[in-house]
């Protein structure tokens, strides 16, 4: 089956360590998204890549850092300089031209 | 900056009925994509819909549907014979048809929660 898949679906950190979030797609997608949901809000970018060995900071890179060196894989690493880490992360992609963005299940991180 | 508005925190509907979400963004472009999406308990993001800015005509899929008013900016969607199944989070979101900077990411609102009553 073709689709996105995060894991680990539930990842606790201790404080000042890094973690590194998987996010693996089949679907053959050039460009690739990780967003972040808090309680109340909604999804807001933090990293995204549109083709392989490039990538671009989104409105909340701050404390986060990413690679694509496949074209399947786009892990995201959240850093010990991220100051409010606990949160919902979801990754997506998208094959362009097209419009629509497919997310995988996501990721709950929290700091202990 | 494009801005997605979604004015109701929370909606609830009896099941078999019909319900209508709001939704009203900003922004000084012409040509754009508007999407709903579904966030059940499982917080899988479901794509609903999608409307392109430059279609007249209201898009719908089954028994979802979407009332696009492009001078008032809102982007509303119609929820016809509820089920169980709808109860969700739905988020409203935005997507510039410029190749712009950030890679023509998805602009959301802060989303309105579904309760379907039995």
């Known amino acids: 089956d073709g689709g996105i898949t995060q894991s680990p679906k539930y990842l606790f950190r201790k404080e000042g360590q890094n973690v590194t979030l998987s996010c693996e797609q089949n679907?053959?997608?050039?460009?690739m998204y990780w967003y972040r949901q808090d309680p109340g809000q909604g999804l807001r970018l933090i990293y995204y890549?549109?083709?392989?060995?490039?990538?671009q900071k989104g409105d909340i890179a701050e404390g986060y850092s990413v690679s694509r060196e496949k074209k399947e894989s786009f892990p995201l690493t959240v850093t010990s300089a991220q100051k409010n880490p606990t949160a919902f992360y979801l990754c997506?992609?998208?094959?362009?031209?097209?419009?629509?963005?497919?997310f995988g299940p996501g990721t709950r991180l929290t700091v202990l | 900056a494009q801005t997605v508005t979604q004015s109701q925190p929370e909606m609830s509907v009896q099941e078999a009925e019909t319900v209508t979400l709001s939704c009203t963004y900003d922004?000084?472009?012409?040509?754009?994509?508007l999407f709903w999406y579904k966030q059940p308990p499982s917080r899988q993001m479901i794509l609903v819909i999608r409307?392109?800015?430059?279609?007249?005509q209201n898009a719908t899929e089954n028994r979802f549907s979407v009332n696009f008013q492009k001078a008032a900016k809102s982007f509303s969607l119609k929820i016809s014979d509820s089920q169980l199944g709808d109860a969700a989070m739905y988020f409203c979101?935005?997507?510039?048809?410029?190749?712009?900077?950030?890679?023509?990411?998805?602009?959301f609102g802060a989303g309105t929660i579904l309760r379907v009553k039995s």
């Open positions: 409307q392109e800015a430059y279609k007249q």
């Open positions: 922004t000084s472009e012409s040509d754009y994509y």
């Open positions: 979101a935005y997507r510039s048809a410029i190749h712009g900077e950030y890679g023509n990411k998805l602009v």
């Open positions: 997506a992609s998208r094959e362009r031209p097209y419009n629509e963005q497919f």
């Open positions: 890549s549109q083709i392989v060995n490039d990538f």
């Open positions: 679907l053959n997608h050039d460009a």
